[in-house]
């Protein structure tokens, strides 16, 4: 062959008589099916280490052109052929080049999943949803624990200006809305939950207020009448937006029953530790107010219905009510809110509110595919369905009320 080395002449014979032989034992093809017109499209680049597509081309006998479409998909590409181009990948180990595809198809096919703790149990779950809902779309998600540390919130705002994704979905635990449209990026964004509406982007929200509502509503419909609330943020701290509006769905549902809460059974918890998430709103935190709620002179003071503001706060009232012998529910009956799976099997098992995580991810991710598709379009803030489950905690039937 003229112009080309001995060398390379023979080691794309080799590599080709290699796959011919494999090729036809996986797909049953005779060697004279595998033949090109052009040598050189078959002749494997000079390099060591990871094969490249002209080693793939060379091992199928097809042209390099060829394995380019069958690795990005393109419908007019025969069985046969695309069998053997997908072997010799198998055989090879090629990993496409998925940033040159990526560049071309102005798609990384990579979402972002940004929420403040990854061992928190609502966001575990949400983030398995993400992952699951992802993969009916053909996407992968990577998941950023920013911790609820403003720094790494700020660079979500900005969109991860060293990260290759197509969008990112987040859940902002710090970062309040004039930081956040200061820093905002060109990546497309969706937001999870209320820590701050706005027009201007798009986001998908359990609705906090009516929620709490119906947590309050169905301690209230049980004949509780002294109802109290855990799970209280100091303004201005994290996490305070949530919280609050928790707080006001309780206290329109008291207002809707005419009825008051003693302000001793507004229970705050501690400021938010952004350096760990087992020191807020956690069963930890739970079980020491609630303690402290019962060491007080008059202890309980009346109460006999109490809605905190997740499951793990009312998980660790539980142990605090256990412990001092009160009843749950004959003495006090407990609402959480996440439906987390440990709710179902604490003692007694939590009546909690359930939002629909696997609707909240599906719609976040039509949200983004909406954005992508058309970057001018109106945001959207669109919420998610929840429903109340009732449980042992709420549960009276038997008992002297």
């Not at 039509?366 to 109106?378: I, K, Q, T």
Request: aromatic share 6%; net charge neutral; glycine share 6%.
């Amino acid at each position: 062959m003229t112009g080309v080395p001995q060398e390379h002449s023979s080691r794309s014979a080799r590599i080709l008589q290699r796959g011919n032989r494999k090729i036809s034992q996986r797909c049953n093809i005779a060697r004279y099916d595998l033949e090109v017109n052009n040598p050189d499209d078959r002749r494997p680049a000079k390099r060591s280490g990871a094969p490249t597509i002209k080693d793939v081309a060379a091992f199928a006998g097809v042209s390099y052109r060829t394995v380019s479409n069958v690795v990005n998909g393109h419908r007019y590409i025969s069985d046969t052929t695309r069998q053997k181009v997908e072997a010799a990948i198998a055989e090879l180990g090629y990993r496409p080049q998925l940033a040159a595809r990526q560049l071309r198809s102005g798609r990384s096919k990579l979402l972002t999943l940004s929420v403040p703790f990854v061992s928190h149990p609502y966001f575990a779950q949400l983030a398995h949803a993400v992952v699951t809902q992802a993969e009916t779309f053909d996407y992968d998600v990577v998941i950023d624990e920013t911790r609820g540390l403003l720094e790494r919130e700020l660079r979500v705002a900005a969109g991860f200006r060293t990260i290759l994704t197509d969008g990112i979905l987040f859940s902002p635990l710090s970062i309040d809305l004039q930081r956040f449209e200061a820093e905002r990026g060109a990546t497309p964004l969706v937001l999870l939950g209320e820590r701050f509406r706005s027009t201007s982007i798009d986001s998908v929200i359990v609705d906090n207020v009516h929620s709490s509502y119906d947590a309050t509503t169905c301690l209230i419909e049980t004949g509780r009448r002294r109802l109290g609330f855990l799970g209280q943020v100091r303004v201005g701290t994290i996490g305070a937006a949530p919280a609050d509006l928790r707080i006001r769905g309780f206290q329109l549902a008291l207002r809707a029953a005419s009825l008051e809460a003693d302000p001793q059974h507004i229970i705050s918890v501690s400021r938010w530790d952004q350096s760990n998430p087992d020191e807020d709103y956690s069963r930890e935190e739970g079980y020491e107010r609630i303690r402290e709620l019962i060491a007080r002179p008059n202890s309980l003071g009346g109460l006999d219905g109490l809605v905190c503001a997740n499951d793990l706060l009312a998980i660790g009232a539980l142990r605090a009510f256990r412990e001092a012998g009160i009843s749950v529910p004959d003495d006090v009956a407990v609402v959480g809110w996440d439906n987390t799976s440990e709710a179902a099997f604490s003692a007694p098992s939590l009546t909690t509110i359930s939002p629909d995580l696997n609707e909240i991810a599906r719609l976040a991710i039509v949200a983004m595919l909406r954005r992508l598709d058309n970057p001018s379009a109106e945001p959207k803030t669109v919420i998610a369905p929840y429903r109340l489950v009732r449980r042992e905690s709420t549960n009276t039937e038997g008992s002297s009320r």
